[in-house]
């Protein structure tokens, strides 16, 4: 399990190390001092687990994570307690008070291993499942519609349900789908759509046009007129699928 240490003290770093050499199933492969660091670090080494810090200069521990379009599984590791709820609110493994108890690092490990398994398991039954559908069947209130995926050019996400934008019949649809933007991710085929945010999934061959974004990411203006916005982490991996 690749971690990465996200600790703007160099102290509380080594004796995070120290702590961790005892659990030979959590390998280290970076520390960040900042965010800003730590952003860049998770999205060229893509960690399992990061140790996240929460009052950091610059941008804190809960920042980094509303930034990143795919968070990797977070334990927090703080010297404050009035943050415990909001860090369970953002779905972290485990809250850890500094200085960190062996006992309560060894449990929070092992929620982090049982985690990343899962993960490993779903991608791994997602690989072997059928092929993606090439339609799906899409009801809003009174209307139904058999849909075929590539004609859908947007995926948006609204709390727990997801807009979705398609062409039929040459009009634009955009009903509301009782499904979380993440279902529907696992269920689409990579080669035909690309997750851009947290918010957004784009069809690929309805980008008309992309330009950089003042925040370092991209912008995707779709046909439909749509603008999305990329970040920097993302726009990375996007380069890397299409080969920019």
Known sequence: MRALLIDDERLARLELRRLLSAHPTVEIVGEARDADEAEALITELNPDLIFLDIQMPGRTGFDLLA????????????AYDEFALRAFEVSALDYLLKPVAPERLAAAIEKAIEKVSEKATAARTTTAASPAP???????????????????????????????????????HRPLVLRSLNYLEERLDPSVFFRASRKHIVGLKWITRIDPSVSGGLELQMKGGQTVEMSRRQAARFKEVMSL
């Not at 930034?67 to 703080?78: G, K, N, Q």
């Not at 859908?152 to 634009?172: A, P, V």
């Open 67 to 78: 930034d990143l379009d795919r968070p990797p599984a977070v334990i927090f590791t703080t």
């Open 134 to 172: 090439s339609q799906i069947f899409v009801k809003d209130g009174d209307h139904c519609w058999f849909v075929a995926t590539e004609s859908i050019e947007l995926l948006e996400s609204e709390g727990n349900y997801t807009r979705l934008y398609f062409m039929q019949s040459g009009e634009r």
